[in-house]
């Protein structure tokens, strides 16, 4: 694709939404470095009726898969289907990094991924409120939100930018 071959200059970082803008569901957000990405969600959409027999539609991990190397961490913001529905088909694409939750939200992924038999494929790190993480290009400072499930997380990131 033409964004595989445009390249990323220094202190600028590439966002890239793969599903959300514009619709509601399939959240999934990448912020991109010259040297590694982290993804911010990785939702499913669910289908309405004028779609009989597709269920949900997952976000199209091939550019995630062309940088596999690159993906330093997935973030999940709370726990919604939309947010977090489709990490077990991100896993089953062979992307690697470490999932970022909150406790409630750890717990659900936890759950989700034993029912899929992915709980082993990567590590589940639980961040509490207010706290900060980092990978080499990025840091993030989680901030408590108001939504309709507990423990929602809005994000703040420091980027190259």
């Known amino acids: 694709s033409y964004l595989n071959e445009l390249p990323i200059?220094?202190?600028t970082i590439r966002v890239l939404p793969l599903g959300g803008l514009g619709e509601i569901g399939m959240n999934c957000l990448i912020l991109e470095s010259?040297?590694?990405?982290?993804?911010i969600d990785c939702g499913i959409m669910f289908s309405?009726?004028?779609?009989?027999g597709i269920e949900f539609v997952i976000p199209d991990f091939?550019?995630?898969?062309?940088?596999?190397?690159k993906v330093k961490a997935i973030i999940c913001t709370h726990g919604h289907e939309d947010h977090v529905g489709a990490i077990p088909y991100?896993?089953?694409?062979?992307?690697r990094a470490p999932l970022y939750a909150s406790r409630f939200t750890s717990l659900m992924l936890r759950e989700k991924l034993k029912e899929h038999g992915l709980l082993d494929?990567?590590?589940?790190?639980?961040?509490?409120?207010?706290?900060?993480?980092?990978t080499e290009d990025f840091t993030v400072q989680t901030v408590s939100v108001n939504h309709s499930i507990v423990d929602a997380a809005a994000l703040i990131i420091d980027t190259p930018a």
């Open 121 to 134: 494929l990567t590590e589940i790190r639980t961040f509490k409120m207010g706290e900060v993480f980092k």
């Open 48 to 52: 309405d009726l004028d779609h009989f």
């Open 34 to 39: 010259q040297e590694e990405l982290i993804l």
């Open 62 to 69: 091939d550019y995630l898969k062309s940088r596999a190397d």
């Open 9 to 11: 200059e220094e202190g």
């Open 90 to 95: 991100l896993l089953r694409s062979g992307i």
